[in-house]
């Protein structure tokens, strides 16, 4: 990383480079391949319990053990499913998407984009 004292700002140009990359290209796709289908199966959770909570009230007053009922164990997995989203995306970004973006970084820190160097390095590769 580059020493905060031997920074300068970025200009347009090389923002407008770093987006053009394929590194960029790759670092977006690999994004959208994870938050879109996780997306999709949260919210159907989430509907699929809304809907059950207001049209199967019976199903959902089910009791499992004393007490607890269907729908409080459905409720509290609402719960339990949104932390496990937030771990497998700590595992996909730290795994997928940060040594793309760590290297991009380090490119725009050291100003590689600005006279139009646009070498495919390929996935998560650095250069020498």
Do not use: C
Not at 46 to 73: E, H, Q
Request: proline share 5%.
């Amino acid at each position: 990383m580059t020493d905060p004292a031997d920074r300068r700002l970025l200009t347009p140009e090389e923002y407008r480079q770093a987006q053009d990359s394929p590194e960029f290209t790759e670092l977006r796709r690999r994004f959208r391949r994870f938050a879109f289908p996780m997306t999709v199966a949260f919210l159907a959770w989430y509907l699929l319990y809304v809907l059950l909570s207001t049209y199967a009230p019976d199903f959902m007053a089910t009791r499992v053990f004393g007490n607890v009922n269907l729908g409080l164990l459905l409720g509290l997995g609402q719960f339990v499913s949104t932390f496990l989203i937030t771990h497998l995306y700590v595992a996909h970004a730290n795994r997928q998407t940060d040594p793309i973006a760590d290297e991009m970084r380090e490119r725009l820190e050291s100003h590689q984009y600005a006279g139009g160097d646009r070498t495919d390095l390929g996935k998560g590769a650095t250069r020498a």
